[in-house]
Nanobody, 116 residues
Framework: QVRLVESGGGLVQPGGSLRLSCAAS????????MRWYRQAPGKEREFLAH????????NYAGSVRGRFTIPRDNAKNTVYLQMNSLTSDDAAVYSC?????????WGQGTQVTVSS
């Protein structure tokens, strides 16, 4: 069974940093591209970042480029989202995603709150 479990969310002050984790199981993690998304209340789900299976290529949404990175550790079957210089606009539920055999799989999400 393909499973994704996010963790690392919480409350952070404006200008602060957080690192989210997404632990994967049930598929060959090292060959699958991974993605991070977020969804704020009343807004559409927003693509944030993508990394190839071997980690040799990444791309980012304009809203987070230069502030967020998406490293992965294939030995730990985990992808991360390193978030820096957070603002109130970054508050949302963050989810990781993988497409396995044509099926989109999502984790349960982790809440990020940015407030002083």
């Amino acid at each position: 069974q393909v499973r994704l479990v996010e963790s690392g969310g919480g409350l952070v002050q404006p200008g602060g940093s957080l690192r989210l984790s997404c632990a994967a199981s049930g598929f060959t993690f090292s060959i699958d591209d991974m993605r991070w998304y977020r969804q704020a209340p009343g807004k559409e789900r927003e693509f944030l970042a993508h990394i190839t299976g071997y980690g040799d290529s990444t791309n980012y949404a304009g809203s987070v480029r230069g502030r967020f990175t998406i490293p992965r550790d294939n030995a730990k079957n985990t992808v991360y989202l390193q978030m820096n210089s957070l603002t109130s606009d970054d508050a949302a539920v963050y989810s990781c995603n993988v497409a396995v055999l044509g099926n989109d799989v999502w984790g349960q999400g982790t809440q990020v709150t940015v407030s002083s």
